[in-house]
């Protein structure tokens, strides 16, 4: 009897699995032919860092960025370890006031230009070397795209920012990175409210037509202001001597 059960069980988990096939609604509200964006259209690029005594900038892999294309891009951060040399050189670039740059491959996070994904060039920013020691590697990486989702620029910050000539031991605090990592992408501004505006251009025509009283010229309204001042004006000419005035004759 249990056997011809779960017979009969497996037939309608089949049928079922049939059935979802062929009307493809089934797969959490997605359809069979759907694929989500995340499955194949993510990808990675190097995010580089450079700090060096001299200021001559020797990138080297700090870590990869999982970049996710698409309406909403977005990107997350795999980084490595800094090495013993690293941070010791960080603290060194940091005691001479010199930079700490990062850099990342200028690419397209827009599914439909993947083919365009060739690399074109960097961007890049930097911050004082201090500042990332003090901050015991804590920073904010903000990726810049312009409205066809190419990437134009990044961005870095530390928390806190300022140097402040805090010793920090390189063994403990200079170890992994504590990054907070953005994409942010350009805001359209509001447009121009021409149809309020043009409506309140009607309301006033239309008010100015109901009271024809407004529409009369200044020197129709104030036509008795004007002559009064006019033969005030000429009234006080008239009674003033001359300017020379009169000489005495002996």
Known sequence: MKPLLKLKTAFVFFFVSLMCVEIAWCNNGRRVGDVLEAE???FSVPLEHSFEVDDVGRFRVRGTLLLKTGREPGASLNQNQLSRDDRVQLKEVASVDGLYR????????QADRQTERQMDGYVTAFVRACAMVESRLSDVITLHTDVSGSLIGVSIVTLPGACRGIDVEDDVDLDL????????????????ETALFLERMEQESAKKGKNPQEQKSFFAKYWYLILGGAIFLMASNSAQPPAGGAREQS
Not at 102 to 109: C, D, F, M, T
Not at 182 to 190: H, L, R, S, T
């Open 102 to 109: 990062i850099r990342v491959p200028r690419i397209s996070l």
């Open 40 to 42: 194949f259209s993510d």
């Open 177 to 192: 990175f504590n990054t907070t990592l953005n994409v942010m992408a350009p805001v359209n501004a509001p447009g121009p």
